[in-house]
């Protein structure tokens, strides 16, 4: 399953103002489907060239986005926090 | 089990260990928990990594600047695979270029000889891997420490 929501939250210390942003990755991805769908053909004309296989090729592509699920990414430099997670 | 559990949780919420702490120390317990009643016959299989955690923790006194660091990284194992996998993609060409110029650099390493059965044996391997560096640098006006810790959970 590929990932649907992205959140990216940045505190600032002390104040603690802080922002979250939820990125509606499911949007992301219908606005891209035609594109993708219009670049299928080519990436199949470019597989054919190189010898690779055309659907493995889209396997690997959707295992990468499908592996982005449940990364966690958190820095804390002692002024701010800067989180981000993908679900 | 659960009374264990409990008292971990009793302790974060009393402030005397941090969230992280308490995560690991669940985690820990799970493991171990798992090891004593291995579901498919094998406690390997009962414990099988799904993160690989990066966790950096740098006091920064060197650069009174600064405070300290801390990064908390968790990579799905899955991404992993699939990272891995790309190198099936490599046009046979390629592969060759590669595979030479790591042979002319001493690595005699096959390209083509990861397979998906190799892929899953390594990721198994990696749930014993556990790498910790403690480094003590004399930096600006004091020491920095810095802690880097690499598990699989």
Redesign the interface.
């Known amino acids: 399953m590929i990932p649907l929501i992205g959140v990216v939250s940045v505190r600032r ?1 002390p104040r603690s103002r802080s922002f979250r942003l939820w990125v509606p990755l499911f949007l992301l991805w219908l606005l891209m489907l035609p594109l993708m769908l219009l670049l299928l053909p080519v990436l199949f004309i470019v597989c054919l060239i ?3 296989n055309p659907f ?2 889209i396997a ?1 592509i959707w ?2 986005l ?14 701010a926090l800067v989180l981000v997670r993908i679900l | 089990m659960k009374e264990h559990r409990r008292q971990i949780l009793d302790m974060l919420s009393q402030g005397k260990i941090s969230a992280d702490e308490a995560e690991r120390l669940i985690t820990a317990l799970d493991k171990s928990n798992g090891a004593d009643s291995p579901v498919n016959g094998s406690p390997a299989s009962a414990a099988k990594a799904k993160y690989l955690r990066v966790l950096v923790d740098s006091d920064n006194a060197g650069d009174p600047r600064q405070g300290p660091v801390k990064v908390n990284i968790r990579v799905p194992m899955q991404l992993l695979r699939a990272g891995v996998r790309l190198t099936g993609l490599i046009p046979p060409q390629a592969r060759d270029h590669v595979n030479q110029a790591l042979h002319e650099r001493g690595i005699p390493f096959d390209l083509s000889q990861i397979k998906p059965d190799n892929l899953e044996e390594l990721i198994d391997k990696l749930n014993e891997l556990t790498i910790d560096v403690d480094v003590n640098n004399r930096k600006g006006h004091g020491d920095e420490k810095v802690k880097v810790r690499v598990f699989c959970e």
């Open positions: 210390w190189s010898q690779v493995q090729a690997t295992g990468i499908a592996g982005f699920r449940d990364t966690h990414i958190e820095i804390d430099n002692g002024e």
